[in-house]
């Protein structure tokens, strides 16, 4: 049986599941077959996947947009109380059209839910082990040990509570952190948390960005990349902004068996908030290298209208999923 090999997939060789039955080519040279009304087809520099993935289990687009602020009371002091119900489930999802993966994932989605609070609130995760295999989850930020998800593992079956005040302030991230470390995150156990200042930043069209990838024949080798999953999504749908309007990226870099990910933007720069941890922007460039669980918050405002592209500047993960286009308008 052939395997999905990096290389083979970039030139448009056959690509074979792991559990499942041949499929397409995942990329090949544009077609007028292949084109969507905001891609040319005649474009001899662009990749696309042939067909359609089903977006009615997951839809990057939606996902861009999607902060769970969680279920809401106050404390007796005064404070928020945000609760959320977490549950690990093993879950086969498409990551290219025909192409499956044997996913583990938090409620049922690669990237897990984002949650999102203020420094200060109480937070509270029930978390519940749907799966065949032991989970934890682990939140960077402060808190105390026994809530750091790396001893106290949850079975299949069990149920762990996590209870801890968010801070710092900034974009963080969580996954599993159970043994071995990079099958449970590659497998697709990670998601995004946002901890908001209680100084508020200035309004935007906020989305968050989860740079990942798939080794689809389990050789420690990824044969697909992409923004929050799904390879060229962002091509054949891009991102509508206006001209002038500030647009906050929350990039989180979830990457595994690459040292180092990257984003580049076409045609304009963007402010670099490092880790989110304070309000003063650290760089102005228009290419940022992480490396995993480096994450930076982005803000930009787009000087021209038109179709910008933006992609990992590693070139191959580019050819194998990891592109896209804003889609400016006037």
């Known amino acids: 049986m052939k395997k999905l090999n990096r290389r083979r997939a970039i030139l448009g060789g056959g690509a074979v599941l792991a559990g499942g039955p041949a499929s397409q080519a995942l990329v090949r040279g544009l077609s007028s077959e292949g084109a969507t009304a905001d891609v040319p087809s005649n474009h001899p520099h662009l990749l696309s996947p042939t067909g359609e993935v089903d977006l009615s289990a997951f839809n990057p687009s939606d996902f861009l947009y999607a902060f769970d602020y969680g279920r809401t009371s106050e404390l007796p002091d005064g404070r928020t109380l945000r609760e ?101 995150i590659h497998k697709g156990l990670y998601g995004t948390f946002i901890i908001d200042p209680k100084q508020t930043r200035p309004e935007a069209r906020e989305m968050v960005m989860v740079m990942n990838g798939f080794d689809t024949n389990f050789d420690n080798e990824n044969e697909i990349y992409a923004v929050n999953t799904v390879a060229f999504h962002h091509q054949q749908y891009p991102i509508e902004v206006k001209v002038g309007e500030l647009v906050r990226i929350y990039l989180v870099n979830l990457l595994e068996f690459d040292l180092l990910n990257s984003l580049h933007v076409h045609g304009h720069f963007f402010h670099v908030y490092r880790t989110g941890t304070k309000l003063q922007p650290d760089d102005f460039t228009d290419t940022i290298m992480m490396c995993q669980g480096e994450r930076h918050i982005l803000e930009l405002r787009f000087r021209h209208p038109g179709r910008f592209m933006f992609h990992a500047h590693q070139s191959e993960f580019a050819e194998l999923g990891w592109m896209g286009f804003f889609k400016v308008e006037a």
């Open 84 to 184: 959320w119900e977490i549950v690990a489930v093993d879950k086969e999802i498409e990551v290219a059209p025909g192409v499956y993966f044997p996913a583990w994932t938090y409620n049922g989605q690669v990237p897990g839910p984002t949650l999102r609070c203020t420094e200060g609130d109480r937070l509270r995760v029930h978390f519940s082990n749907g799966g065949t295999h032991p989970h934890t989850i682990h939140f960077h930020g402060f808190h105390e040990a026994g809530m750091d998800g790396v001893f106290e593992l949850v079975y299949p079956g069990g149920e762990f509570l996590y209870e801890f005040d968010a801070a710092p302030m900034g974009l963080h991230l969580y996954h599993c952190h159970t043994v071995p470390l990079k099958r449970h």
